[in-house]
Nanobody, 114 residues
């Protein structure tokens, strides 16, 4: 069964932290890389972080040094630790393979207040 379920979002003040989780079905998690994407209101969905099966990571410049992506293969779960959050991080966050497949979960809303 195809499944991507994101969780962990919420409302946080600027400078705060959140940890997102994504439970993925095996068909997704067996991909070479998993990623976290975000879509702000009125903007396109963009990749912010990715991690390969070997643990290599990449980050968008806008989140580098503040966000950390990790994965737990035993749980088919990908995480995104977000620190020093800024109002411009406000978006719906999604996980998917990287590059993405044409299936998206519901996402999780992250709202950062100033």
């Amino acid at each position: 069964q195809v499944q991507l379920v994101e969780s962990g979002g919420g409302l946080v003040q600027a400078g705060g932290s959140l940890r997102l989780s994504c439970a993925a079905s095996g068909s997704f998690f067996s991909a070479n890389a998993m990623g976290w994407y975000r879509q702000a209101p009125g903007k396109q969905r963009v990749l912010v972080a990715s991690i390969t099966r070997s643990g290599s990571t990449n980050y968008a410049d806008s989140v580098k040094g503040r966000f950390t992506i990790s994965r737990d293969d035993a749980k088919n779960t990908v995480y995104l630790q977000m620190n020093s959050l800024k109002p411009e991080d406000t978006a719906v966050y999604y996980c998917n393979t990287a590059p993405f497949r044409n299936y998206w979960g519901p996402g999780t809303q992250v709202t950062v207040s100033s």
